[in-house]
């Protein structure tokens, strides 16, 4: 039986899903206790609309917020990394991507998502320029100039 979730139910998924389980679960236990209701095909094709609306929304949101890093990159040129070195330019602590995107979210005026990182690149352990790649959900979106630069 199909039906729609009401509450996270264990093994079966979070509120709002559409599941497959077994019609005793459903009739005994799912829809009495209220974590389901039985799902018509109406209501399917109408939550999957709202799914659909939802997705592009996000898509928007998403295509604002790259749009506005990539106009502060711009204007800014490379990110600037204040880091504490000795004499020779090695630095004390790596930069890690954290720092990165603290101080691309500090210089940009922007919140950024959690699920956007730096991609894999070599440790920076000296002062000097470097060019890396951010990414949002696993696909490339724009290179990052930084600059790290003696405190």
């Given at each position: 039986?199909?039906?729609?979730l009401?509450?996270?139910?264990?093994?079966?998924?979070?509120?709002?899903?559409i599941?497959?389980?077994?019609?005793?679960?459903?009739?005994?236990?799912?829809?009495?206790?209220?974590?389901?209701?039985?799902?018509?095909e109406?209501?399917?094709?109408?939550?999957?609309?709202?799914?659909?609306?939802?997705?592009?929304?996000?898509?928007?949101q998403?295509?604002?917020?790259?749009?506005?890093?990539?106009?502060?990159?711009?204007?800014?040129?490379a990110l600037?990394i204040?880091?504490?070195?000795?004499?020779?330019?090695r630095?004390?602590?790596t930069?890690?991507?954290?720092?990165?995107?603290?101080?691309?979210e500090?210089?940009?005026?922007i919140?950024?998502p959690?699920?956007?990182?730096?991609?894999?690149?070599?440790p920076?352990?000296?002062?000097?320029?470097?060019?890396?790649?951010?990414?949002l959900?696993?696909?490339?979106v724009c290179?990052?100039?930084?600059?790290?630069?003696?405190?």
């Amino acid at each position: 039986m199909r039906v729609l979730l009401l509450a996270d139910v264990a093994r079966y998924g979070r509120k709002g899903n559409i599941v497959e389980v077994p019609d005793g679960y459903a009739k005994n236990v799912l829809i009495p206790k209220h974590l389901a209701r039985p799902l018509t095909e109406a209501q399917a094709r109408t939550i999957a609309q709202q799914q659909e609306e939802q997705l592009e929304t996000k898509r928007k949101q998403r295509a604002a917020l790259l749009a506005q890093i990539r106009n502060c990159l711009q204007k800014h040129g490379a990110l600037i990394i204040p880091a504490r070195a000795n004499e020779s330019g090695r630095l004390y602590t790596t930069v890690r991507d954290e720092h990165i995107l603290e101080q691309l979210e500090h210089t940009c005026a922007i919140r950024l998502p959690k699920d956007i990182a730096i991609q894999e690149h070599p440790p920076i352990k000296t002062v000097g320029s470097y060019t890396l790649t951010l990414t949002l959900s696993n696909k490339a979106v724009c290179t990052l100039s930084i600059s790290v630069q003696q405190e």
